[in-house]
């Protein structure tokens, strides 16, 4: 399988704790993103990378909240001092990147994330 | 700030007959409308596509149509299979104006009848 993929795909903890989520791009792609979705919501952009630089941000991503792609591979996505209202569907997808391209976004399964 | 507005929010059709969903857009420097398909419990997937240059896509059962004036687009799915059923997102971005986010509608719920 050559898609977006993710790990974990469910993830249950308990308020205060820290999690950790990974997100391994289709291997050409050098632009990376991290989305979140909540119940009846379309996906929210939190934030993303242009290999190994985060080139932007969204006022959504907390301080509590830290991306990072050190080796412009594989992404993780690290959520300190959970609240239950962190609780949400994380998404990443990847694109090629290429300039003058249009910038179609390819999805992974998601994270599932409860705070408890 | 930038928004997407889609409409319905939910809808039913008898298999066989078509859906329409529709979007309106806030931004106008948007140029790249994708639209995607979300099964429960996964990712969305990309279905279709359109650019600002043009003004309708088709492919096989489905075709996007753009209105750049209104900053309006939909999405049209003929011949409707129960397989159709599922939570259809547009979006809208400024592709190669160097932001890259999707600012995605709240969703339709597609349920078609067999």
């Known amino acids: 399988d050559t898609g977006v993929s993710q790990d974990p795909r469910h993830k249950i903890t308990k308020r205060g704790q820290n999690v950790t989520f990974r997100c391994d791009p289709i291997s050409e792609h050098n632009r990376l993103y991290w989305y979140r979705q909540t119940l009846g919501q379309g996906p929210e952009f939190l934030t993303y990378f242009q290999n190994e630089a985060q080139l932007e941000k969204s006022r959504l991503l907390s301080d509590r909240f830290s991306a990072e792609r050190p080796k412009g591979s594989f992404s993780t996505l690290e959520i300190q001092r959970t609240e239950q209202g962190d609780s949400a569907m994380y998404l990443c997808a990847s694109s090629r990147g290429d300039r003058g391209t249009y910038n179609e976004q390819f999805f992974g399964p998601g994270t599932r994330l409860t705070v408890l | 700030g930038e928004n997407v507005e889609q409409h319905p929010s939910t809808l039913s059709v008898q298999e066989g007959d078509s859906a329409v969903i529709k979007c309106t857009y806030s931004?106008?420097?948007?140029?790249?409308f994708p639209w995607y398909k979300q099964e429960l419990g996964k990712g969305p997937q990309l279905i279709i596509d359109i650019r600002s240059n043009v003004g309708e896509k088709k492919d096989q059962r489905i075709a996007v149509t753009l209105n750049k004036t209104a900053k309006h687009f939909s999405l049209h799915i003929t011949e409707t299979q129960p397989e159709d059923s599922a939570v259809y997102f547009c979006a809208a971005s400024k592709s190669t104006s160097g932001t890259y986010k999707y600012i995605f509608g709240t969703g339709t719920r597609l349920k078609v009848l067999a």
């Open positions: 931004d106008s420097a948007s140029n790249y």
